[in-house]
Nanobody, 124 residues
Framework: EVQIVESGGGLVQDGGSLRLSCAAS????????IGWFRQAPGKGREGVAC????????VYSDSVKDRFTISSDDAKSTVYLQMNSLSPEDTAVYYCAGGTWYLGTPQRTSYDYWGQGTQVTVSP
């Protein structure tokens, strides 16, 4: 059974940093992707970054490129999202998800397994 649990959200000031963690386990197929999505109030769920379980290849959305870094610790079955230079526009519930890897910005329809989400709030 696939299990995905996020942690690490919280309140941070404009320009600050946070690191989110995603404990992901139970995958029975090779070359899956772990993606991070976010959903701000009144907006759709946006894919911001993903990483391949096979070769560690990564993809970022334009909105977070050069500020966010996704990485994995295979020994801990954990994927991290390091978020730097945060702004109030980054305020959202952040979700970790498992799905099919492809070389492109993560799309919600390609991910079948979801965590419960963690709130990130950036104050002005």
């Amino acid at each position: 059974e696939v299990q995905i649990v996020e942690s690490g959200g919280g309140l941070v000031q404009d320009g600050g940093s946070l690191r989110l963690s995603c404990a992901a386990s139970g995958f029975t197929f090779d070359d899956y992707a772990i993606g991070w999505f976010r959903q701000a109030p009144g907006k759709g769920r946006e894919g911001v970054a993903c990483i391949s379980s096979n070769d560690g290849n990564t993809v970022y959305s334009d909105s977070v490129k050069d500020r966010f870094t996704i990485s994995s610790d295979d020994a801990k079955s954990t994927v991290y999202l390091q978020m730097n230079s945060l702004s109030p526009e980054d305020t959202a519930v952040y979700y970790c998800a498992g799905g099919t890897w492809y070389l492109g910005t993560p799309q919600r329809t390609s991910y079948d397994y979801w965590g419960q989400g963690t709130q990130v709030t950036v104050s002005p």
